[in-house]
């Protein structure tokens, strides 16, 4: 009940294209929903986060949609850039209390110029 | 502002040894967790403290302990090591529980 799976494993898109990754949760206990972005060689980054009370949060490129009924969420990169390519980890807590972060199994994107 | 700060970056330990990683997070908070990620896997919870209690500790053995300081640094510390804690071991720090996750940048174990 504590898993976050995540798809697809990986992705190449071209250069202006739009990338989709999605994840799925099974603990409704969960209440904060962070997509974090890795380069190799450094720690997560956190891209943009989502609570459950809104079924969607854009900033700039990257858009989260949530699907509370499916327990499911998405991150979309609008105009994806080479820069883009990076590993992606959707990640499920819940914001109280002990906050104890579990992550997907991480998305490798790769842009193609 | 200075981010989470971990160290050292990367080390070298032999089987059976004992290794200390450092980690400073940001200034004003108050909250410190440790995560251990394999390559090619998502990072693992392992300890989270927070104004120097312990308040959650993930399914890992009791090799790894962890501490934190009246500074709200923290140590982790991982005895007898294994071949299997080869890994990016990553600090994350929060104002206070509740409110947003940043890691530092790691400190690379290789364990040969």
């Known amino acids: 009940q504590q898993q976050v799976k995540q798809s697809p494993q990986s992705l190449i898109v071209q250069k202006g294209g739009i990338s989709i990754i999605n994840c799925a949760y099974e603990?409704?206990?969960?209440?904060?929903f962070p997509w974090y972005q890795q380069f190799p060689g450094k720690g997560p980054a956190l891209l943009i986060a989502?609570?459950?009370?809104?079924s969607e949060k854009k900033e700039g490129r990257f858009t989260i949609s949530f699907n509370k009924s499916a327990k499911q969420f998405s991150l979309h990169i609008m105009d994806s850039q080479p820069g883009d390519s990076a590993t992606y980890f959707c990640?499920?807590?819940?914001?109280?209390?002990?906050?104890?972060?579990?992550f997907g199994t991480g998305t490798r994107l790769l842009v193609s110029p | 502002d200075a981010g989470v700060t971990q160290s050292p970056t990367h080390l070298i330990k032999t089987r059976g040894q004992q290794v200390t990683l450092r980690c400073s997070p940001i200034?004003?908070?108050?909250?410190v967790s440790w995560y251990q990620q394999v390559l090619g896997q998502g990072p693992q919870f392992i300890f989270q403290?927070?104004?120097?209690?312990?308040?959650g500790r993930g399914n890992f053995p009791d090799r790894f302990s962890a501490r934190q300081f009246p500074n709200y640094s923290s140590e982790l510390n991982v005895n007898a090591l294994l071949l299997g804690d080869s890994a990016l071991y990553l600090c994350?720090?929060?104002?206070?529980?509740?409110?947003?996750?940043?890691f530092g940048e790691g400190s690379w174990l290789t364990v040969v």
């Open positions: 994350a720090s929060t104002r206070e529980s509740g409110n947003t996750i940043y």
């Open positions: 603990n409704t206990a969960f209440d904060y």
């Open positions: 989502i609570r459950p009370d809104v």
């Open positions: 990640a499920a807590s819940k914001k109280t209390g002990f906050q104890k972060l579990v």
């Open positions: 200034s004003g908070h108050k909250s």
């Open positions: 403290y927070y104004e120097k209690e312990e308040r």
